[in-house]
């Protein structure tokens, strides 16, 4: 008896599944019962002791049938029929023996496993009723225990039944639980790996555009005022013009690795492109990307911090914002590029957040880093219910 992971519908709420354990015990708590009313009606040589023998085997064979029918075990309608066959089965045992009236104690675990609970109830007191009413019919005596003993038996089951439910959906939700943790562990340390490689492509970017470009361009204007102060006919001439050759084909070479290591979302276009793309990907609000003033070429820095300054605010926003709607700008000036994102999500008190996100993000510090580390001026501006506006300004650089 088996059934999916998921929770459960309400018609199959009561086919939870039983440990291999418990449905061999309750087959051997049936044909062992079943074996001792055809055993007793043997030794005490009852007048129907062939009739109880043949109830007991019918009953047995119903039994067995079901037991081996997959539509039983997955269809409430089937398992309905089959213990329709299995009461009209121990019904004319219990017209036979007394001692069929133990028969009732499996029928209970079966009628509140295969059968949805109110179902199942009414059934169980039916059966505990049709009990007591074939002991009576057998016995010249009453007693509380004819009564008590059937109904106490139904009562225990109901317990245990409900009680087997209960600890089997929590241990389902447990596994569900540890399996999202291991899939969420898994997919935060990819997450943690992508993040190391970009970041360190973006460092040795960084790293090569500050000290190697940047040096082999002042070797090349020290070259060229080597040559303005030499005369004419110096020897040495020749030799400054082939190392500032040397020194312009190693810039050439060290700008390329520099774009070699730039983010993906660069390579293929502008910032402006890129940005636009970001837009366009984030899931949840209506996110909209504007340019202004006339587009000009950044350095490399510049580019990467704007673009994950931006993933940065955005993500925040979709994991903290709860905003319908965030627009991102990105603004051209004479003297420096300014990045605008604002949403009108639920906001917060910038105060609180200085500390940094501990979701694992760049967080609010990280995002102000980036931008001093340009000599640039980060702010945001937040109210709780207000929403939110970040915006970050980075000065062009002479040559930018």
Request: proline share 6%.
């Amino acid at each position: 008896m088996t059934a999916p992971a998921a929770p459960l519908p309400p018609v199959a709420r009561a086919l939870t599944p039983v440990s291999k354990v418990l449905r061999l015990c309750l087959h051997a708590l049936l044909f062992g019962l079943l074996a001792l009313a055809a055993g007793r009606a043997v030794a005490d040589s009852a007048p129907r002791a062939a009739w109880v023998i043949a109830a007991c085997a019918v009953l047995a064979a119903v039994y067995a049938a079901g037991v081996r029918a997959p539509a039983v075990h997955s269809s409430p309608r089937a398992g309905a029929v089959w213990l329709a066959g299995l009461g009209a089965a121990w019904a004319a045992l219990l017209a036979l023996s007394p001692d069929g009236l133990w028969i009732a104690f499996p029928l209970y675990f079966l009628e509140l496993h295969l059968l949805r609970l109110r179902w199942g109830v009414a059934a169980v007191a039916v059966t505990a009723c049709a009990a007591i009413g074939g002991f009576l019919a057998h016995s010249s005596t009453v007693t509380p225990g004819a009564f008590l003993g059937p109904l106490l038996g139904g009562a225990v089951a109901v317990a245990t039944v409900l009680g087997y439910q209960a600890l089997y959906r929590e241990s389902e939700r447990r596994r569900e639980l540890i399996e999202e943790l291991i899939t969420t562990r898994a997919e935060l340390a990819a997450a943690e790996r992508g993040a190391g490689i970009l970041a360190e492509r973006e460092r040795l970017a960084r790293e090569i555009h500050d000290t190697l470009a940047q040096g082999l361009s002042s070797i090349q204007l020290l070259l060229r005022a080597a040559e303005r102060a030499l005369p004419q006919e110096a020897p040495a001439l020749e030799h400054i013009a082939r190392a500032r050759e040397a020194a312009q084909e190693n810039l050439a070479e060290a700008r390329r690795f520099v774009r070699a290591l730039t983010p993906p979302d660069l390579e293929h276009g502008s910032l402006a492109a890129a940005l636009e793309r970001l837009c366009a990907g984030v899931p949840g609000p209506r996110v909209r990307f504007s340019l202004s003033g006339s587009p000009r070429v950044l350095p490399t820095p510049y580019e990467v911090a704007l673009l994950r300054i931006a993933q940065s605010a955005l993500a925040n926003v979709v994991r903290h914002a709860r905003a319908g709607r965030a627009e991102i700008t990105l603004t051209f000036m004479d003297a420096s590029v300014t990045l605008d994102i604002v949403d009108d999500g639920r906001g917060f008190d910038p105060s609180s957040a200085a500390s940094g996100s501990g979701d694992g993000g760049f967080g609010l510090p990280a995002m102000r880093s980036r931008a001093e580390t340009l000599g640039g001026l980060f702010t945001v501006e937040s109210d709780p219910g207000q929403g939110t506006a970040v915006a970050v300004t980075l000065p062009l650089p002479l040559e930018a």
